[in-house]
């Protein structure tokens, strides 16, 4: 528990000097929001595009796909605050170059400052945004959810966070082995896919989106949970999904280390 809550306080730490850095800047917070703004505008107008057209979208309403919108956007702007910016660190300077030492000497956990150790704090308006349009999409629905439904929804979106961060763990530690192959375009690339219902993809690209490279788990399967009755199997498959990612981050960074040559050795 004291580990946990050291932690956390570090955390904060970090995030707190990334935000005065960026407070420097008043500009670039003025542009992320619009930009924020925009790009949130033009996917909900997409779906009202193809709602204008059809009833249902892979099995999805137009509020449930308000939801899954706002749900993705959310942990989106989770991803792009904390994990894509110490990914690339990690990678490249720290793997790459050498420079993992200032992390391993310190008196803190190495894996937790290599990749929590910074933030990307204007990234956050992508969570104020999607949980503004989650709460569009529930008041479409004309009912509010039950408690049960929202404690679904919020451990799922735990889940979907600790598997975000794993598999950008993973895709870092792979500098270990192979320092020229660079994956984080791809992985971008494919964390789009989880964006749209389940059901529009083909059965096996649905399973390796939702157990393989979890990106069913950011936002439809909390998305589903909150607005219809919680599957409690799907809810066991997250948690066995994002326990597996995380214990195969945690493996790869103790066998990465092993191969590890610092810029003082």
């Known amino acids: 528990m004291r580990?946990?809550?050291k932690m956390v306080r570090l955390l904060g730490i970090g995030f707190s000097m990334s935000l005065r850095r960026t407070l420097a800047f008043r500009v670039d917070l003025h542009f992320d929001v619009m930009m924020s703004g925009i790009s949130l505008a033009?996917?909900?107008a997409a779906v009202l595009i193809i709602f204008g057209r059809t009833d249902h979208l892979g099995g999805w309403t137009?509020?449930?796909m308000f939801v899954l919108v706002g749900t993705f956007e959310l942990l989106t702007?989770?991803?792009a605050a904390f994990v894509d910016p110490n990914l690339s660190l990690l990678a490249n300077r720290g793997i790459r170059e050498g420079r993992l030492d200032h992390h391993l000497l310190a008196p803190a956990p190495g894996l937790f400052l290599a990749t929590l150790g910074t933030a990307a704090p204007l990234s956050c308006?992508?969570?104020l945004l999607g949980l503004g349009v989650v709460k569009v999409g529930v008041g479409m629905t004309g009912r509010a959810p039950e408690p049960v439904a929202v404690a679904v929804w919020l451990l799922l979106l735990l889940l979907g966070t600790a598997a975000t961060w794993a598999v950008g763990t993973?895709?870092?530690c792979i500098a270990f082995w192979a320092p020229k192959l660079d994956l984080q375009s791809i992985?971008?690339?494919?964390w789009q896919f989880g964006r749209y219902p389940p059901d529009i993809y083909a059965r096996p690209l649905r399973f390796l989106l939702s157990y393989v490279l979890p990106l069913m788990l950011v936002a439809a399967f909390p998305a589903a949970a909150l607005l219809r009755s919680p599957d409690w199997t799907t809810v066991a498959a997250a948690a066995a999904t994002a326990t597996t990612a995380v214990l195969a981050a945690l493996a790869a960074w103790r066998a990465g280390l092993r191969r590890y040559v610092g810029a003082t050795s």
């Open 42 to 44: 033009s996917t909900l």
């Open 3 to 5: 580990v946990l809550v």
């Open 187 to 190: 992985y971008g690339t494919a």
């Open 77 to 79: 702007g989770v991803k």
């Open 125 to 127: 308006i992508h969570v």
């Open 170 to 172: 993973l895709i870092g």
């Open 62 to 64: 137009r509020p449930e």
